[in-house]
């Protein structure tokens, strides 16, 4: 008997089979990793990552620098930052709540916080490997991944995205 959901799956539009692609990237990932994340902590932790690159933190310095300190943003800021000191209690990265960047905090990868992200990467490839995905289907998804990156891209700097 086939599964139930074939049929709804088989008319959803694109938008509603992406969600379903990632959630299932990330549902296979929070499974099998050897320590318990939350999705936006798996992103946050990619994020860190990001943010060590001396091309993201010359930018996020910049912004920081042009924005206006009003209540909101220090809000933001403490929002933020309750974030990371999650994944730093885990002993995933480590916080520096006074350096010498320009920045208010700055957060970098601790070894274990590599191993993790070098897990969350063999994992992403073995559900790839699972669910099938071919080196065409790679050059599909990096068209369209490219054609729509502008979309998020644009967003974050319209509105000096630093955190």
């Not at 088989?10 to 990330?26: C, F, P, Q, R, T």
């Not at 990001?50 to 091309?55: L, N, S």
Request: aromatic letters at 6%; glycine letters at 4%.
């Amino acid at each position: 008997m086939a599964h139930p959901h074939k049929k709804a799956i088989e008319n959803m539009d694109s938008a509603s089979l992406i969600g379903i692609i990632e959630e299932s990237k990330i549902t296979y990932v929070r499974e099998n990793l050897s320590i318990h994340l939350h999705e936006s902590q798996l992103k946050l932790l990619k994020q860190v990552k990001k943010h060590e690159k001396p091309h993201h933190k010359r930018i996020r310095v910049k912004q920081y620098e042009k924005s206006e300190k009003t209540d909101l943003f220090n809000l933001h800021l403490k929002l933020y930052l309750k974030k990371y000191k999650k994944l730093q209690a885990k002993g995933l990265i480590e916080i520096d709540e006074n350096p010498d960047n320009g920045l208010a905090y700055d957060c970098r990868l601790t070894e274990d916080g590599l191993a993790i992200l070098d897990e969350i990467a063999s994992l992403e490839s073995d559900w790839q490997k699972i669910v099938g995905i071919t080196d065409g289907d790679k050059e599909v998804l990096r068209k369209l991944a490219l054609d729509s990156f502008e979309i998020s891209y644009k967003h974050k700097k319209k509105l000096g995205f630093i955190f």
